[in-house]
């Protein structure tokens, strides 16, 4: 199975902070890899696909990149809404495989 | 819209068989040929991807999970399956229902998830 390693595993920030979410693949997986935001209590919600393109109707403030074994999501200027966990999922092999979660956190 | 619902027992025996639904609205599973995926989260932990059921009927299961789990379509009914049997304690989770993209992969439209206790 591919491991996806992502970190930090939490973080504390403030509102307007820019966010730097990491996720490491164990081998090579192109760019076969989503960003999710989940909510407490809700589903998750895609928001970045094939590692850097925007999910329509996700705010620009959003974005991904990476290809091969590392790749980022940033939140450029942290909103209340953004508060929750965000998880990598790569698609490349089977099985498919979720990245273990970063929890973002108001400081 | 697209829309998933996921339905079913909200508590089953341990060894019995866990059996849920997700019923598809504003599309279908047979059209566009589209992909559909079950996923599970257990209390306070991360997701795991379960397997999905392509549009044809053909299915990848997560290995950690082959020898008990099915995936099935209901053409008829526009909703698709999960069975999971032998369960334990260790299956207690939240359960999604997802639609695979069927242009990028990864999972594109989520059901708002139903809980699963084992427990006898």
């Known amino acids: 199975d591919i491991q996806m390693t992502q970190s930090p595993s939490s973080l504390s920030a403030s509102v307007g902070d820019r966010v730097t979410i990491t996720c490491r693949a164990s081998?090579?997986?192109?760019?076969?890899l989503g960003w999710y935001q989940q909510k407490p209590g809700k589903a998750p919600k895609r928001l970045i696909y094939v590692a850097s393109s925007l999910q329509p109707g996700v705010p620009s403030r959003f974005s991904g990149s990476g290809s091969g074994t590392e790749f980022t999501l940033t939140i450029s200027s942290l909103r209340p809404e953004d508060f929750a966990t965000y998880y990598c999922l790569q698609h490349n092999d089977y099985p498919w495989t979720f990245g273990q979660g970063t929890k973002v956190e108001i400081k | 819209q697209l829309q998933l619902q996921e339905s079913g027992s909200g508590l089953v025996q341990p060894s019995q068989t866990l059996s849920l639904i997700c019923g598809v609205s504003g599309g279908s599973v047979s059209s566009g040929g589209y992909s559909w995926s079950w996923i599970r989260q257990p209390p306070g932990k991360g997701l795991e991807w379960i397997g999905y059921?392509?549009?044809?009927?053909?299915?990848h299961y997560n290995p950690s999970l082959k020898s008990r789990v099915t995936i099935s379509l209901d053409r008829s009914k526009n909703q698709f399956s999960l069975k999971l049997n032998s369960v334990t304690a260790a299956d207690t989770a939240v359960y999604f229902c997802?639609?695979?993209?069927?242009?990028?992969?990864?999972?594109?439209?989520w059901g708002q998830g139903t809980t699963v206790a084992v427990s006898s």
């Open positions: 997802a639609r695979v993209d069927y242009y990028y992969y990864g999972l594109d439209v």
């Open positions: 059921i392509y549009h044809s009927g053909s299915t």
């Open positions: 081998q090579g997986i192109r760019n076969d």
